[in-house]
């Protein structure tokens, strides 16, 4: 055969690139998505393409992620939400920074023992499952927030990819049609969810395409008069004639009270990076500030070594120990936020865990369900250098598997995040204190991390991740794989987590990711090791700082999308 002419190999070339480029098979292999622009990512690909939508129409990535907020309402309602909450960090450009707290409330009628029977023990499924489990939500008024205070297009814009996703419907994936069959019987435990969900009682197969004529119309009515149209009217009025129907407390009265509120982002330092992260009512921002504090004097040895696991986790024993007895809303609550993030007091601790070995105590007992990957968090950085670093939730898979009847949104369990009683662990086997108490208007305690590192005053790296307890620790863990391990975006997403909570004095691995002869070294040192398949969906963006190149990582864990221009 003979070998290709110069020109027809250059135009090969080409093809092969621009081919190459957009396949979805170079998006998921061993590099990070590169873009010169912007950058957008999050864990379903339909909401990574709302907001690159948006992007391209001249949104920043305020807009951006907005947009990406209401599609992933649409395309990933195990944990994509209206009836939900969470937190979102922007920095713009300029280098003003802001966190916007979107996180539940408990309603007014709530009350400090309201999970509990006569005889003080935890209502089974109360606090977890039907109306009872239902926080009021907050991620309208969040995203609507966030939006007026930064926002550039009109607001009717951001919302129309999520509208158009949920009236002309989208093809069910493979991940949506498992996770609604594996959470069937409890969605059909609700009429209104089995009728939408499951289509009465058939379950979606993957590549059919489900449509949202109710949550389009709930939707396009928040498009046109803003909260008002979930907080007042019609939708306001389904949601608490639901919560009446199913033994809810949620009145009127608690969706007019609702606000977002704006915080400032807790700071920290690790080794001359800046670092923003969220502050209560998440002990997200605390706890990653509080082990990153003591973290950043140690010699952490090659990743995944027994060294730098054994330090690794001796630190996030701490820092979680310090999550249970002292935190919760600081709204109610004192939070002792200066003492916890001070260099002074990581100094101590470090002390301590040079002179520790494992200090394994075993306990038993604490049914720990990290299985659940049911919050979302989704990446945005624009052509401007504009950061946003979204996590937001239902709590759990589909949240309380209510779904308000008629205006087609599925409602949280976040009453689940309180301490239904001190000392007793919740749905994610975190043992929480008086501090995260039950009380009306109280937000409940979070562990979501939205973080943005900046280096030299720009951006450098934007990330966060759903995963419940292990939230913190799958953030400090991608951002040392980048910050000390130097791995790139792409490797540190993927590289093998672990974590401990204190209580149950487990180390949780993903086995898969770790040498034979750590795992033997981690067991003989006394750790008493547990294995789960994945923890965590971390979907990140770096910005090379010499550059500027957007490099994005969808995590592996999920079946994300980074998507750029
Ligand atoms: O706010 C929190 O910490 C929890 N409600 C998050 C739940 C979660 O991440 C579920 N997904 N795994």
């Known amino acids: 055969m003979t070998s290709l002419q110069p020109p027809w190999r250059a135009l090969l070339r ?202 389009a119309k709930t939707l396009r009515r928040i498009a046109r008069d803003g909260p008002a149209g979930f907080y007042q009217g019609p939708v306001a009025r389904a949601l608490v004639e639901t919560m009446r129907k199913h033994q809810g407390r949620i009145e009127l009265a608690d969706l007019r009270h609702y606000q977002a509120k704006v915080r400032q982002p807790l700071q920290g330092s690790f080794r001359g990076y800046a670092i923003l992260t969220v502050p209560p009512p998440s002990s997200g921002g605390i706890g990653l500030i509080e082990m990153l504090n003591v973290l950043e004097l140690l010699d952490l040895g090659p990743p995944n070594s027994y060294q730098s696991i054994h330090l690794v986790a001796e630190t996030m024993r701490r820092a979680y120990a310090d999550r249970a007895a002292y935190l919760g809303d600081a709204d109610f609550a004192s939070v002792p936020v200066g003492g916890l993030t001070s260099k002074e007091y990581a100094a101590k601790l470090r002390e301590e865990i040079l002179k520790a070995k494992a200090e394994v105590a075993v306990q038993a007992g604490h049914p720990a369900d990290f299985e ?43 009453m689940d995040d309180f301490t239904t009683k001190p000392g007793e662990p919740n749905m994610y086997g975190l043992v929480q204190s008086e501090a995260n108490a039950i009380a009306p208007h109280k937000r409940p305690l979070s562990a979501m991390t939205p973080t943005i590192v900046v280096q030299d005053g720009k951006v450098r790296l934007v990330l966060g991740s759903p995963g419940g307890g292990t939230i913190i620790n799958t953030v400090l863990q991608v951002l040392l794989n980048v910050l000390v391990f130097k791995m790139d975006i792409r490797q ?10 204190w209580m149950p004095d487990h180390l949780v691995m993903e086995r898969w990711g770790f040498s034979a002869d750590t795992i033997q070294k981690l067991e003989e040192a006394g750790y008493k090791l547990e294995d789960r398949d994945r923890m965590g969906a971390c979907e990140s963006i ?17 079946a994300g999308k980074a998507v750029g221009y």
Do not use: C
Not at 114 to 139: C, F, H, K
Not at 492 to 501: E, I, L, N, Y
């Open 14 to 215: 080409i093809v092969l690139g621009v081919v190459l480029s957009a396949s979805p098979l170079v998006a998921s292999a061993f590099r990070p998505v590169a873009a010169r622009h912007a950058m957008v990512v999050s864990s379903e690909p339909f909401a990574s393409e709302a907001g690159l939508e948006i992007l391209k129409a001249g949104g920043n990535a305020v807009d951006a992620a907005v947009a990406v907020g209401f599609a992933l309402a649409v395309t990933h309602p195990e944990a994509g939400n209206i009836g939900g909450g969470g937190f979102m960090l922007v920095r713009l450009a300029g280098g003003e920074s802001v966190v916007v707290d979107y996180r539940e409330e408990a309603p007014a009628a709530a009350s400090r023992d309201m999970y509990l029977d006569s005889e003080g023990r935890v209502i089974p499924g109360a606090s977890t499952e039907g109306a009872l489990a239902v926080g009021v939500p907050g991620t309208v008024a969040g995203l609507a927030l966030a939006h007026q205070k930064y926002g550039k297009l009109p607001w009717r814009r951001v919302l129309a990819p999520a509208i158009r996703l949920a009236a002309e419907g989208f093809r069910v994936s493979y991940g949506l049609s498992e996770s609604l069959r594996a959470d069937a019987e409890q969605l059909a435990k609700f009429p209104e969810s089995r009728r939408i969900f499951l289509r009465d009682g058939r379950p979606y197969e993957p590549g059919e395409t489900f449509r949202q004529p109710e949550l």
């Open 542 to 558: 770096e910005i090379d700082p010499e550059t500027g190149w957007r490099f994005g990582a969808a995590d592996p864990r999920a």
């Open 372 to 414: 659940a990957t049911q919050t979302t968090h989704f990446s945005v950085v624009d052509a401007d250098g504009n950061a946003v670093a979204n996590t937001y939730t239902l709590n759990g898979s589909f949240g309380s598997y209510v779904t308000v009847e008629g205006a087609g949104f599925l409602l949280n369990n976040e």
């Open 492 to 501: 540190a997403v993927t590289a093998p987590r672990f974590h401990h909570q």
